[in-house]
Every structure is written in C-alpha cells, then in structure tokens.
C-alpha cells in the first residue's frame, strides 16, 4: 500500500472502544494511522484514557449546540488531518445527511459505526437493555456503515455472544462489551487490507440478505 489509511476516532464516553482500537492499531496495522480523535462532551473518559497514544484530541462540545453548527466546527477542525475514514467508537450522536454527504464523496460513506445488537434488531440506544429484558437466548454486536437513519446503514460484520440464564445486566453487557473490542480489531484486520475488503463485506452481507429474503419468500409460497 502506498499509503497509510488516516483515520479519525469519534467518541463521547468512557471510551473503550476507542482505546481498543488506538491499541490494536498501534500493535497490528501497519497501513493504518489515526490522526484524531474527536469528542463532543468536555469531560468524557476517554480524553484522559488517550492521552497514552499521543493522538491529537478535538474536544468540541455539542451539548446546547445547532447540530448543523456542531457538525461544521467538527469538519472545521478535522479538515487539516486529511481523514479517509471516520470510525464511530461510542460517539452518541446522529450524524446529519450534510455531514455525511460532505465528509464523504464516495459511493460507500467511510464512517464507520458499532452497534450492541443484531441489526435490524434493536436499533438507537437501549439495545442491551432490551435484549437483556426480552431475555433473548442471544444477543450480538453489529460493525456498520454509516447512513442518514439511526443504525440503518449497510452491514459490514456481526458476532453474536450468548445471555447466560444466570447473568446479571451488568455480566451480560460486559461479555457484549468484550465481543464489541473482539469485532471491532477483527474489523480493522480487513481495513488493513485495504478499502475494498470493506466493500467486498457490504457485498456480501448484502447477498446473504438477499438469499435469506429468497429462502423465507419461497417457503412462505411452499406454505401457502
Ligand atoms: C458501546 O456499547 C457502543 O456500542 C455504544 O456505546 C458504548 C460505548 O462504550 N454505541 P465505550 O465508550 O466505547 O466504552
């Protein structure tokens, strides 16, 4: 590869995702670079949890703010870095279709955003706590494109984990949390590779999908 892949980090909280992946990054992926990481709450963890990686922090605070006006501070601020792709590590905001349409002239958006569910299932921020109520014999975490919805966007990977039937909310989220941290590096083992390897996974989740409509529609025929 020519060269590095530059990479912005958003998050918002304590920020274990983010530092998984600045640790893997740092130990595995020699064609990835992050260049910042972004945060939008002024005393979030993970602006301290950083600090170890000597990775440039842009704290804009959205809290009371225009989320349009926020969203031009951000890529105000970032434009300098030459960011090829953004990755969503607990960043607790919807992005506007402006945004995405400015950051990204491409056919596939480069952001990246990690879910505690199975997409489609359990979309915005309750996941855990919904499948954990529905006493789901499994849950998963999902690693997805970017779109205008609230995690609607295209599929890359996904991982289930099992709900113990002696689990407490808190043990159960906690194995969830671990397979987030395992997907997530087994996500920029591809982008290592290169972008299309990001694309080929879009392709072929979306071919799955596809087959899986097909099957349900002829059984439902078979049925009838
Ligand atoms: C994670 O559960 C992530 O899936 C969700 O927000 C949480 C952030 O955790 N979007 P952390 O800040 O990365 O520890």
Redo the contacts with the bound molecule.
């Keep these: 590869m020519d060269s590095k892949i530059k990479i912005a980090l958003f998050?918002?909280?304590?920020?274990?995702?983010?530092?998984?992946i600045a640790k893997y990054i740092r130990a595995n992926c020699a064609n990835l670079e992050i260049k910042c990481l972004v945060c939008n709450v002024q005393d979030a963890?993970?602006i301290d949890y950083i600090k170890e990686f000597d990775i440039p922090v842009v704290v804009i605070p959205s809290k009371g703010m225009d989320r349009l006006a926020h969203e031009e501070l951000v890529l105000e601020s970032i434009k300098s870095y030459e960011v090829d792709w953004i990755l969503?590590?607990?960043?607790?905001r919807v992005l506007s279709e402006s945004f995405l349409s400015k950051f990204s002239n491409t056919i596939i958006s480069k952001i990246v955003?990690?879910?505690?569910s199975l997409l489609p299932l359990y979309p915005g921020?309750s996941?855990?706590e919904q499948a954990y109520e529905n006493q789901d014999l499994y849950s998963g975490?999902t690693i997805h494109l970017v779109d205008a919805g609230v995690d609607t966007g295209p599929i890359i990977l996904q991982r289930k984990f099992p709900r113990m039937d002696s689990d407490s909310f808190d043990q159960f989220?906690r194995r969830?949390?671990s397979t987030?941290h395992e997907l997530y590096r087994e996500f920029l083992n591809y982008l290592n590779k290169g972008e299309q390897r990001i694309t080929q996974l879009v392709d072929l989740t979306l071919k799955e999908k596809s087959n899986e409509e097909l099957k349900s529609r002829s059984l439902s025929t078979e049925l009838r």
Excluded at 113 to 116: K, L, Q, T
């Design positions: 998050a918002s909280g304590r920020g274990s995702n983010a530092i998984n963890g993970v969503l590590a607990g960043y607790m955003n990690i879910h505690p921020t996941a855990y975490i989220k969830g949390l987030e």
